[in-house]
């Protein structure tokens, strides 16, 4: 009797050792940006909002400076949950659904309202599924949620002062078809490399200029090879949350409820902590001897609108793109 009340309580106490282990559960999440980057304070945040939101069963340990691997290696690893959240641009998922090139399309939308509509419609919201079927990635909660930016400038190591300053101008870029394509049309002369490669190559004349979420410049200390930075409004942004659908399906619904609640309040804080770094940076770097300009992007809006619609008459567009940039438009009153 003795003997089997022994065992019973040994077989209960490991039963209740595993489920503590399985209830636990560590995240891997990678990123290319550094620790003291403002993204980088925002997945720091993301991470103890995790870990507090969840009671501790799910923690995430966040990877910067692309510790794990360039972006081909880690979406790699995303597919195979040996990561699970890679917090990057979206259009890197066009590895399996090409449309989601054209979630950022430049000069094409009105305002920033406008592109979270378009992000959110059905048509969008389609591409990301289908994404998710062929890969097992998909994004965590509303895709535009967290703040990147919050707008876009291009910072080179010579003046621009008007959009005929970008003719010929050496031009780094992601390897994005649409991104390529479209900075051919505006006239630049458009090389891809690596986000961690641009500063050394802007020192060597490899390129002469990148364009940027005007948040992220001092950080990787472009102004310092580059001070001349120009506010263009390219387009909005996100960071998008790419997440592993077997990790997020894995996790019991108290666990995904804390999760996508750290994933909201991380979003809050990037909608403040982007404007007011924006504004503290560009004085920084204005004293340091930079010069911010902001130039008329009238010209480029128009070269991109003809760009659009020959895309769209050559069959060269996701089917639905430019109508539903249409109907996402806000209705005059």
Request: avoid cysteine.
């Amino acid at each position: 009797m003795k003997t089997k009340t022994l065992l019973g309580l040994a077989t209960g106490l490991a039963l209740i050792l595993s489920s503590a282990v399985q209830a636990e559960t560590t995240w891997k999440m990678a990123t290319k940006m550094p620790v003291d980057s403002p993204e980088g304070q925002i997945f720091e945040k993301f991470a103890e909002l995790t870990e507090e939101y969840t009671g501790g069963e799910l923690k995430i340990t966040v990877y910067p400076n692309e510790q794990l691997g360039k972006e081909n290696a880690v979406l790699e690893q995303l597919q195979a949950n040996i990561i699970q959240i890679y917090a990057e641009g979206y259009s890197y998922m066009k590895k399996w659904e090409p449309a989601l090139d054209w979630t950022t399309p430049a000069f094409a939308f009105d305002d920033y309202d406008h592109w979270v509509r378009f992000m959110n419609s059905d048509l969008v919201k389609g591409w990301f599924d289908n994404a998710a079927e062929q890969s097992g990635v998909r994004p965590l909660g509303d895709p535009t949620r967290v703040l990147r930016g919050p707008f876009r400038v291009t910072v080179s190591n010579v003046p621009i002062e008007t959009a005929d300053d970008y003719n010929g101008l050496k031009l780094r870029m992601h390897e994005s078809k649409s991104a390529i394509e479209t900075w051919d049309a505006i006239g630049a002369d458009v090389i891809t490399l690596p986000w961690t490669e641009v500063h050394q190559s802007i020192s060597k004349g490899i390129v002469q200029a990148v364009n940027s979420p005007i948040a992220l410049v001092e950080s990787m200390r472009f102004n310092e090879v580059a001070p001349y930075i120009t506010r263009m409004d390219e387009y909005w942004q996100a960071i998008g949350f790419m997440v592993n659908d077997d990790a997020l399906t894995a996790l019991d619904e108290d666990t995904r409820a804390g999760l996508l609640k750290a994933y909201d309040e991380a979003g809050e804080m990037s909608q403040d902590l982007m404007f007011s770094v924006a504004d503290e940076s560009i004085a920084r770097m204005e004293a340091d001897g930079a010069t911010y300009t902001v130039i008329d992007t009238a010209p480029l809006v128009e070269t991109m609108r003809a760009y659009y619609d020959e895309r769209a008459a050559a069959g060269e567009l996701p089917d639905g793109l430019l109508e539903t940039i249409d109907e996402t438009r806000a209705v005059s009153q």
